[in-house]
């Protein structure tokens, strides 16, 4: 499965002002940039992380956008969600002909992709070099 590329956009974004924080904000062009997408993209995806609070921008000269709280305080599932926020809030989505006993163990599959996705903070996902190895996603499961 695979997360979409409005919440890979986000999640990114957050990375590289994670990374930048401290030479200050990031304004929206050079992020737009970073990650190839239109400006007017790149609003849409910041006015919902700003709405959930999890940046905050400056305006004006040297401004632009820092994290709203500590990068080990907001996690990858929180930014997938906020860019979300009017959208299905599934992770998975069963087939609609799917029967009530197949529709509980979707149910259950979506519960734990978002427990193991709020389990990763954004700390995190930019101090490793390397994927997580199956032994911590075990951790992370349970």
């Not at 929206?28 to 921008?57: C, D, H, N, P, T």
Request: glycine share 10%.
């Amino acid at each position: 499965m695979k997360i979409s590329t409005k919440g890979r956009y986000a999640v990114n974004a957050l990375i590289e002002i994670a990374l930048n924080q401290d030479k200050g904000p990031v304004t929206l062009s050079e992020l737009a940039s970073m990650q190839g997408i239109s400006l007017s993209y790149a609003e849409q995806l910041f006015a919902s992380l700003r709405k959930q609070g999890l940046v905050k921008g400056t305006r004006g000269p040297g401004g632009g956008f820092k994290l709203a709280r500590n990068a080990d305080e907001i996690t990858i599932g929180e930014i997938i969600r906020a860019v979300y926020q009017n959208e299905a809030s599934s992770w998975v989505e069963p087939a609609s002909s799917s029967g009530e006993r197949a529709a509980s163990y979707w149910e259950r599959l979506d519960n734990k992709i978002d427990s193991f996705l709020e389990k990763i903070t954004l700390q995190d996902a930019i101090g490793r070099d390397e994927p997580i190895a199956s032994s911590e996603i075990d951790r992370f499961g349970s």
